[in-house]
């Protein structure tokens, strides 16, 4: 069974930083060829994809409304995947999930994605 665990979310002011955590268990992101996304998702809308990267780390992808200021990384040997979040505005608050999906692809699509985590809040203030 595969579990993923998300932490790092807080209260922060707007121009702040957090770095999120995904550690997974029951899989490795890496030998077992499985992409890495970050979704957020406010209540009444629809889940929104903010950063995804491939079993290797050899391609991502941001949405325009991130770009720049958000960062996908990942640590093999832990096991864990990193988005760290730079310049942030109100508009960022919202749930953070990770999520996994089998396969050697960049996954963009909340469909793509196997596996989810329980997200962690994230709020930005003024």
């Known amino acids: 069974q595969v579990r993923l665990a998300e932490s790092g979310g807080g209260l922060v002011q707007a121009g702040g930083s957090l770095r999120l955590s995904c550690a997974a268990s029951g899989r490795t992101f890496s030998s077992d060829r499985t992409g890495a996304g970050w979704f957020r998702q406010i209540p009444g809308k629809e889940r929104e994809i903010v950063a995804a990267?491939?079993?290797?780390?050899?391609?991502?992808y941001y949405p325009n409304s991130v770009k720049g200021r958000f960062t996908v990384s990942r640590d093999n040997a832990k096991n864990t995947v990193y988005l760290q979040m730079n310049s942030l505005k109100l508009e960022d608050t919202a749930l953070y999930f990770c999520a996994a999906a089998p396969g050697s692809d960049l996954y963009g699509s909340v469909a793509a994605y196997e596996y989810w985590g329980q997200g962690t809040q994230v709020t930005v203030s003024s």
């Open positions: 990267m491939t079993w290797n780390g050899g391609r991502t």
